[in-house]
């Protein structure tokens, strides 16, 4: 549909190969954006007694959260998805989590598959 309307057709990084928001297993540490730190802070003060409202606060980061669009590109199947090689003496350290390495959308296995999200964007 969004093909089809007037105005210019933009795509969000990696939804060319069908890359998804960060998984809803990531622990609350791993989101680095100030607002929803915030937010979550000051949730667990305001509720610290309410189970019920700090689950719904946790929703509403899984939701809402800007670090969904900030996960590193889907390169590769390896750690890291092709950034900073989990080997590295050097103490390089990727800036966010990724999703995990079984995750099926990498930008390498899905140019080549005429039914990838890719190939429906070109």
Same mark, same amino acid.
């Given at each position: 549909m969004q093909t089809t309307l007037g105005g210019t057709l933009f795509v969000y990084q990696g939804e060319e190969i069908g890359m998804r928001n960060a998984p809803t297993t990531w622990r609350i540490e791993e989101f680095k954006n100030i607002? %929803?730190? #915030?937010? /979550?802070?000051?949730? *667990?003060? =305001?509720?610290? #007694?309410?189970?019920? *409202?700090l689950d719904h606060a946790r929703a509403v980061v899984d939701m809402k959260a800007r670090d969904h669009a900030r996960t590193p590109m889907q390169w590769t199947a390896t750690d890291n998805a092709g950034f900073c090689d989990p080997a590295c003496s050097l103490g390089c350290a990727r800036w966010t989590t990724s999703r995990p390495s079984t995750w099926r959308h990498r930008r390498r !296995? %899905? %140019?080549? #598959?005429? =039914?990838?999200? /890719? *190939?429906? /964007? !070109?």
């Open positions: 607002e %929803t730190i #915030n937010y /979550w802070k000051k949730n *667990q003060k =305001l509720y610290a #007694n309410d189970r019920g *409202q !296995q %899905t %140019t080549p #598959n005429d =039914l990838s999200v /890719w *190939q429906f /964007w !070109q």
